[in-house]
């Protein structure tokens, strides 16, 4: 079965920097499109990050562009978000995505805080 599993989140001042991974299985990782979400407490889930299958288009929403960067090793099934510069607002419950089929699957998510 799709398995999609976040880690790498933490407490992190503002300005400071974190990785992020998800390890997938389950699928063939390396022809599926890849995506990041986040999911703050009272607010609708945002999409943060994409990533095409051979890693060579991604984009972002303003919000994070030029902060965040998405890549993958497809070799390893993981997909990264390396977020730099962090802000108070990127404080949130970050998860990866694929969608299959018609279907979406989601890990866990991993928790990002960003406090002084």
């Known amino acids: 079965q799709v398995q999609l599993v976040e880690s790498g989140g933490g407490l992190v001042q503002p300005g400071g920097s974190l990785r992020l991974s998800c390890a997938a299985s389950g699928f063939s990782f390396s022809i599926s499109q890849m995506y990041w979400y986040r999911k703050a407490p009272g607010k609708r889930r945002e999409w943060v990050a994409g990533?095409?299958?051979?890693?060579?288009?991604?984009n972002y929403p303003d919000s994070v562009k030029g902060r965040f960067l998405i890549s993958r090793n497809n070799a390893k099934n993981t997909l990264y978000l390396q977020m730099n510069s962090l802000k108070l607002e990127d404080s949130a419950l970050y998860y990866c995505n694929v969608l299959l089929a018609g279907d979406d699957y989601w890990g866990q998510g991993t928790q990002v805080t960003v406090s002084s």
């Open positions: 990533i095409s299958e051979i890693g060579d288009t991604t």
